[in-house]
């Protein structure tokens, strides 16, 4: 494989993200300058008092398939140390981290991380989830998640004439309809939530690192906004319909009914991206 050939963004590889093979496939010798994923949350194995399995909950998305439990929060950490070491390795030195979390898993991950260097949180960006309204003047956010952005070197100087930072959206699980055409995937999530990250730390014609691509919310957002995806998929299922999802975008694209990536800004603006690392 050409490393820089972009025909291999248009695909996704069904690999193990602890394993090295699916990297080498997706980037050959070629680094990404931002990892943004989703990885399993840090949920626990649901057990009665005797120690045997709780039954899934019908229609509750947190127990809808492909979701994965682990029996402690230490299994956790080691499945985090696994994957993480793993995608470090491909990165650019000055790359930036994104990634999606709970509660129980920003501890382990961010051990993880400065285990690894990346000892600067740059921030939480929080996604609140739109509910049912209520009336026309209010609106009920009661579900919220975090994606924990981090680098190996501090946040610059703030530059007074540059452009804000994007820390919080409001948004619903599926404000894009891409939800239900592509699998109902319990990590989904629309492109107006994942678009803010993905400008801010990365540039056009970046690769952007997804090792725990789900049903390819991620990295069907990087092609939109003109950056090459790298993406993994352990499931055989949700890799190929990633691969269809990815080529449909770049068809789209083709049409002229996408969003126009953002290009270098002129010597007299500032970009939003240039004082991100």
Not at 15 to 23: I, K, N, T
Not at 137 to 162: F, W
Not at 244 to 261: D, F, I, Y
């Amino acid at each position: 494989m050409n490393p820089h050939d972009e025909s291999e963004s248009f695909r996704c590889q069904r690999a193990d993200a602890r394993e090295a093979q699916g990297y080498r496939a997706v980037l050959g010798e070629a680094k990404a300058s931002f990892l943004h994923t989703d990885p399993p949350y840090c949920l626990l194995t649901r057990r009665r008092k005797g120690g045997d399995l709780r039954d899934a909950r019908a229609n509750k998305k947190i127990d809808r398939n492909p979701i994965v439990r682990f029996e402690t929060v230490r299994d956790y950490r080691s499945f985090t140390e696994a994957w993480m070491t793993r995608a470090v390795a491909h990165l650019t030195p000055d790359a930036t981290l994104a990634i999606w979390t709970n509660l129980l898993g920003k501890e382990p991950i961010l051990a993880v991380a400065r285990a690894l260097g990346f000892s600067h949180l740059r921030g939480e960006y929080v996604w609140g989830k739109r509910t049912t309204d209520k009336n026309a003047n209010e609106q009920t956010l009661r579900v919220y998640e975090v994606a924990l952005v981090l680098s190996r070197t501090p946040a610059p100087p703030l530059d007074p004439s540059g452009l804000p930072t994007v820390w919080a959206v409001v948004g619903g699980y599926d404000d894009d309809a891409e939800a239900a055409r592509w699998g109902n995937h319990p990590h989904h999530k629309p492109f107006s939530v994942l678009e803010p990250l993905v400008r801010t730390w990365s540039r056009p014609g970046d690769w952007v690192l997804d090792p725990f691509a789900g049903s390819g919310s991620m990295p069907s957002a990087a092609l939109r906004l003109g950056r090459k995806s790298a993406c993994l998929e352990v499931e055989p299922e949700w890799a190929e319909r990633v691969t269809r999802r990815l080529q449909e975008t770049v068809s789209e694209m083709a049409r002229g009914a996408e969003v126009q990536p953002e290009t270098s800004a002129p010597d007299d603006k500032v970009s939003a991206t240039v004082n991100r690392r």
